[in-house]
């Protein structure tokens, strides 16, 4: 599986962004996908994971109310609808699939095998 982050940017506190992950290879939909973020100079941390078969999601508890996490196994993508986006959201977006057939929800990041190489998301006070 391979992974291609697009849609962040640069917008102010308030507003709304959805930064989407286009996934090759026929076994996307049988991965559980995750999105992670880092801001300069911390650990990477954990923002949601929708899981396969059932897309159940799940959301750090700094996002939750805020952001959806989303996918569409027919176009291989899965999506982060961010609103209400806060200064503290400011980090690179990374999205990852744990692997084949995987079903089971991970908050941490090294339990994800494959890695999109992150879209800036930038949100001023």
């Known amino acids: 599986v391979q992974l291609q982050a697009s849609g962040g940017g640069l917008v102010e506190a308030g507003d709304s962004l959805r930064p989407s992950c286009a996934a090759s290879?026929?076994?996307?939909?049988?991965?559980?996908m995750g999105w992670f973020r880092q801001a300069p100079g911390k650990e990477r941390d954990f923002v949601a994971a929708?899981?396969?078969?059932?897309?159940?999601?799940a959301y750090a508890d700094s996002v939750k109310g805020r952001f959806t996490i989303s996918r569409d196994n027919a176009k291989n993508t899965v999506y982060l609808q961010m609103n209400s986006l806060k200064y503290e959201d400011t980090a690179v977006y990374y999205c990852a699939a744990r692997g084949n057939n995987i079903g089971v929800i991970s908050r941490h990041p090294s339990q994800y095998y494959y890695w999109g190489q992150g879209t800036q998301v930038t949100v001023s006070s």
């Open positions: 929708i899981s396969w078969p059932t897309s159940y999601p």
């Open positions: 290879g026929r076994t996307f939909s049988r991965n559980v």
